[in-house]
Structure formats: C-alpha cells, structure tokens
C-alpha cells in the first residue's frame, strides 16, 4: 500500500505546465525591451501575412534548442558544439545577441526546426572554460519571426523582424489589468496546493506573495509562461500570439488545469492516508 500511494504522489515538478518549486516572485518588475541596441528589429505580428514583406530586416544568428525562452526570461547554456563556439567568437565580436528558436527533439528533418517565432538572447555573462566551450548567461530581450534563411552552415543565420503584441483594444478598458490579477491569484492558489501537497503549511505567507511586482499586463505574461516548464509546445503557442489578453486567458486555463490535478493527487492522498 506504501508503495502505490507513493508512485501516486507526484512532486511539484511533475505537476502539469506549472512547475511550483522554481517560481519564485519577481523582486524587481522585469523590462519589455522595445528596442536592442544593435539589432533594430522591424514591427511584425504573427497574425500579419504582409510581415515578411516589412523592410529593414535583420541578421542574426540562429540557436536551435529544445527550449523556449521568453523577453526577461535567464537561460544559462553550455557551448560545446564546434559551430556554436565559432558563433560564439562572432557574437564576441559584435553585440553578443542571437536568436534562442525552440526546436522540438521528438521531431526529425525540417519538422525539427518548423517554428518561425524565436526570442532574442543577449549574453550577459561569459566564461571560457580550458578545453574550448563556453559557459554562458543570457537574458530573453525580445521576440523575432523569421523572413528567412541566410545560410546554415556552419550554424543558422536567418532575416528577422520583430514581433510585438497588438495594441489593446479601447474598447476592453481595464480587462488586461483584470486578467493579469487573475492569473496572479491562480498562480497563488498552485502555490498553497503544492505546499499541501508537500505537507507544508504556508498559506499565510502566500497571500503577501506579488508575483507581478509592478509589471505591466505583458512582461508579466511572458514571465508566467516562462514557468510552464515541461511543456515547450504549449509554451511556444504562448510565445507566438500577439495579443496580450489571449495570452492571458490561455495561461488561466492552463492554471486551472494545474490547480484540477493537484486537487485530484491531494484527494488520492487523503484516500490512501486514511486507508487501514
């Protein structure tokens, strides 16, 4: 009986899209950079079928990686690959930014690399390690769609332009600041569940938890879908809208999903408990 109630038991991590243990609240509001110095990216939307077509596209290097990073997200890498060590001289040599694209290892061919929504990394901390590789700090700046491939050898250039969510609509009023609270207050209810779910007993301290912290409605949903980890799919879906309030909306549902099953595992427990 032991045995079974712990394979039921699933820790935090295993959660689905949220992963409880990682998140922890913003001390400082995270920046929507609009702008990098640099890489003066074009305005597009993913919903645009003239965006390829919008002048003053960019260069820049390509890192496929089964990972989704998001604008004020930290990705910490290790380069060790022969032509991402090249890319990395360049970058050294230029403005250390390049391109983070999710590339999904389940997939083969050029299925691998379908996605056309990235996000710009910039490197913040570097460290050349004694056999050649890099370790290196990046932080998500801003989100690009590829117009198209330069070249792939010896690692992915593509044209780029920028992405950005529409502008809000009048009409809607408040409803984003609606919204973002809302998904703060599911994002606090995951918290005292895994916390149950752990057997600690912190529903105090959870309620002065701010995980917005002064952002506005977009950093602040590209900060909750940087914690969806274990679900790169659903995060990229997340990634390439371009309006702030179906963002919002997907991330509630996805809390809500989180919430069901932990509430589901609690109860499995309490059977199991009481059981003779």
């Known amino acids: 009986m032991a045995l079974l109630s712990q394979s039921l038991l699933l820790r935090p991590r295993s959660l689905p899209f949220f992963p409880v243990k990682r998140l922890t609240p913003l001390v400082q509001p995270l920046v929507h950079t609009t702008h990098t110095k640099g890489h003066d990216l074009s305005i597009c939307h993913a919903s645009s079928e003239a965006s390829h077509s919008i002048p003053d596209l960019v260069e820049l290097p390509i890192y496929p990686l089964p990972v989704v990073l998001f604008p004020g997200a930290v990705l910490p890498l290790q380069l060790w690959e022969f032509r991402y060590r090249i890319m990395m001289h360049t970058l050294l040599q230029t403005d250390l930014k390049f391109g983070v694209l999710f590339s999904n290892p389940m997939l083969s061919g050029t299925e691998h690399y379908s996605h056309q929504v990235g996000c710009v990394a910039e490197v913040v901390k570097h460290q050349r390690l004694v056999d050649g590789r890099f370790s290196i700090i990046c932080k998500g700046l801003e989100r690009f769609c590829i117009a198209c491939i330069q070249r792939t050898k010896p690692y992915m250039v593509a044209t780029v332009t920028r992405l950005e969510d529409r502008p809000p609509d009048p009409a809607q009023g408040d409803n984003l600041e609606k919204l973002a609270s809302e998904v703060e207050g599911y994002m606090k209810n995951v918290i005292r569940l895994a916390n149950r779910l752990e057997g600690k007993n912190q529903d105090n301290q959870n ?70």
């Open 207 to 276: 309620d002065d938890i701010e995980f917005r912290s002064g952002q506005l409605p977009t950093p602040f949903s590209f900060f909750v879908a940087s914690n969806f980890e274990g679900a790169p799919s659903e995060q990229q879906e997340l990634l390439e809208m371009d309006d702030t309030a179906a963002r919002l909306e997907r991330e509630i549902d996805m809390l809500k999903i989180t919430i069901n099953y932990i509430i589901a595992v609690l109860a499995v427990k309490d059977v199991f408990s009481s059981s003779p």
